[in-house]
Nanobody
Framework: VQLVESGGGLVQAGGSLRLSCAAS????????VGWFRQAPGKEREGVGC??????????????DFSRGRFTISAISSDSAESTVYLQMNDVKAEDTAVYSC???????????????????WGQGTQVTVAS
């Protein structure tokens, strides 16, 4: 599985930013893509994830801090690849972090947003929120 993030940068507090994750090479048409972030000095945490089956979104899950402000969507070009977006609205200074996407089988995406079921990770993209 190959994952490439893009779209990070500097944004003012209260503004919006959209991150992209180009995900390809899944072995099956049932896969999950998660978004995670890691701020300096902190552990990596789950932002949200999407479960895709046959090119259609089966489910999405969000962390408490991202629900209502962030939206994850998947646009599939075929059964084994998608571009997964993380739309971030009303960003806050505490959203500053390196954001990474991860890919795995569909069961990798579940409500508690664990990371250990994912097989591959992107290189990450920096998001900096200026207050």
């Amino acid at each position: 599985v190959q994952l490439v993030e893009s779209g990070g940068g500097l944004v003012q507090a209260g503004g919006s930013l959209r991150l992209s994750c180009a995900a390809s090479g899944f072995a099956a048409s049932d896969y999950g893509v998660g978004w995670f972030r890691q701020a300096p000095g902190k552990e990596r945490e789950g932002v949200g994830c999407v479960h895709v089956i046959d090119g259609m979104t089966r489910s999405t899950y969000y962390a408490d801090f991202s629900r209502g402000r962030f939206t994850i969507s998947a646009i599939s070009s075929d059964s084994a690849e998608s571009t997964v977006y993380l739309q971030m609205n009303d960003v806050k200074a505490e959203d500053t972090a390196v954001y990474s996407c991860a890919g795995g089988w569909g069961y990798a995406c579940y409500p508690s947003l664990g990371e250990y079921e994912y097989e591959s990770w992107g290189q990450g993209t920096q998001v900096t929120v200026a207050s």
